[in-house]
């Protein structure tokens, strides 16, 4: 399979002008190398700091790495085009999306930007709204007017329409019960099939990449700890890291063992 | 021995919408009891009505909520304020936003912190929860930390004021496996010592089988199910067919 992603040995420091008590900040991500195959489901666990959202913000571009290189082999039309090869879907929908305008109107331009100004015929904003479930009275409903739910719907509408090569999702399930996790799960594997899209999948529960993903990543402190097969990994966990966090997640630990955070 | 009793409870918003109705239960002396269901089922809003929180502008409620034979509901102002800050604590869903952003850490524990054995017990529950030290968290303002970080403040705080009656709303939302466990262990520790109990809302049905002693199902507003959790393992309920 073609690769899409290459990351050779990054490593991400804030800039000392981020820094508040004016000292050198600490690096967050330390030599990070991955490859992501074209048109796969990839997931990334860890818990909370341990750079996962920071590495989404690299591959990204939003912040450049320190050392290291990020290669997105993505194709040739992309050079004409004003839009990201690289969507992410936040965490926090409710900030991104325009509270003033009609989510319709919202997905139209997104649709335009790709399209670069000339209108399409092929896919319609109503189309792409149906397809990620958002009801047809919310169609003309301002951005304030809709629920978190309706919300990140509305966001990942507009990200379909950008049709990005990479779609980067970050805890998406973050503020659901358990049936709309099912749904919104079944949506992914819905873009990634349809659409040939390549999703990385971000969030610390375990249990959830495992349904989704073929390939997992482990990371913790900045670094990766562990990647591979995603069933190889919940069978077979190498690092005492992946372990703790897999009983961790079925709260069979004690206080002690909690504790000892293995550290290799 | 204290018990929360939840009688008949009836909650309508302004245009007669019926947002709960008959709901009763009672939630005896160092018991946990979870309430669970779907999105939009009416969870929050009758954890939101037990330290009467509603506005009655807005909402009518009837029935009777009684703890220490004393009625929550008809309870007058000053009683209610007495009732809210000495009895219940209630740690919300988006604990990072009950913070005021431009208040220091500090100045909310100034009032709880005032001998050495609750300093001292306030450093070990920040130990506990895998923060660092007090003095660090202290002179940091909400805005800082994360939202993580924030909510497992707020289990702090409702920890070190003891109450009698502790309510928590999606406690394992924004903390990450490893502090939901560290959580569950000294939720049931709680629990099990002292004049107490606890109602929880949450998702996460692992969780609420792992800590509480009785699970209950809200289903559009109504109670549909309310089973012990041995039970409700058993039962091939609605509720445990969405896992």
């Known amino acids: 399979m073609d690769t899409l992603l290459e990351i050779k040995s990054a490593c991400y420091k804030p800039p000392k002008s981020f820094s508040m008590t004016g000292e050198e900040n600490e690096a967050i991500l330390k030599n990070i190398s991955l490859t992501v195959a074209k048109g796969s489901f990839t997931g990334i666990a860890g818990e909370s700091g341990s750079g996962k959202t920071t590495l989404a913000r690299l591959i990204a571009g939003l912040i450049k790495p320190a050392t290291g290189s990020i290669i997105l082999h993505h194709s040739d039309e992309w050079k004409s085009i004003h839009t990201n090869p690289v969507q992410i879907l936040f965490q926090n929908n409710g900030e991104i999306i325009n509270p003033f305008r009609r989510i319709i109107d919202t997905v139209q331009e997104a649709l335009k930007i790709r399209n670069n100004g000339k209108p399409d015929s092929a896919s319609k904003p109503e189309e792409i709204l149906k397809f990620v479930n958002l009801n047809e009275d919310t ?14 719907r509305a966001a990942l509408a507009r990200i379909i329409a950008a049709m990005p090569e990479l779609l980067i999702l970050d805890e998406p399930f973050s503020a659901q019960d358990p049936e709309s996790r099912i749904n919104l799960s079944n949506l992914f ?21 495992k349904t989704l993903c073929s390939r997992l990543i482990v990371m913790y402190k900045g670094e990766i700890i562990e990647a591979g097969n995603c069933n190889e990994i919940f069978s077979k966990p190498t690092h005492p890291y992946t372990e703790y966090l897999l009983k961790a997640e079925q709260y069979s630990l004690t206080y002690d063992e909690l504790k000892r955070i293995p550290e290799n | 021995m204290l018990s929360v009793i939840i009688d008949e409870i009836k909650l309508k918003a302004d245009k007669g919408r019926v947002l709960l109705s008959g709901i009763n239960f009672t939630v005896p002396q160092n018991s946990i009891l979870t309430i669970a269901g779907k999105n939009g089922s009416g969870k929050s809003t009758l954890l939101l009505t037990i330290p009467a929180l509603l506005n009655e502008k807005f909402y009518s409620v009837s029935g009777k909520i009684l703890f220490e034979g004393k009625d929550v509901l008809s309870s007058g102002n000053t009683e209610l304020e007495n009732i809210r800050r000495n009895q219940i604590r209630y740690v919300m869903q988006d604990s990072a936003n009950s913070f005021n952003p431009l208040k220091k850490f500090r100045y909310y524990f100034e009032d709880i912190l005032k001998d050495k054995t609750s300093q001292k017990e306030a ?47 999606e406690p394992t939302s924004g903390i990450d496996s490893p502090v939901a466990n560290l959580l569950l262990l000294k939720l049931k520790e709680f629990a099990s010592t002292g004049n107490n109990c606890i109602i929880l809302v949450t998702h996460d049905i692992l969780f609420a089988e792992k800590v509480s002693d009785r699970i209950a199902v809200l289903n559009n507003g109504r109670l549909s199910e309310l089973y012990p959790v041995s039970e409700f393992i058993q039962n091939n309920n609605e509720f445990s067919s969405l896992y």
């Open chain 1, 139 to 152: 169609y003309t409903k301002k951005g304030y007017q809709l629920s978190g739910g309706e919300q990140q």
């Open chain 1, 189 to 209: 594997t819905e873009i990634n099939r349809k659409y040939g899209t390549t999703i990385i999948c971000i969030s610390h529960n375990l249990q959830l990449l």
């Open chain 2, 123 to 169: 450093s070990d529950l920040f130990d506990y929860f895998m923060l660092p030290g007090i003095d660090k968290i202290f002179s940091l303002y909400p805005y800082e930390v994360s939202g993580g970080m924030a909510q497992r403040i707020g289990f702090i705080f409702a920890f070190l004021s003891k109450p009698e009656i502790l309510l928590l709303d």
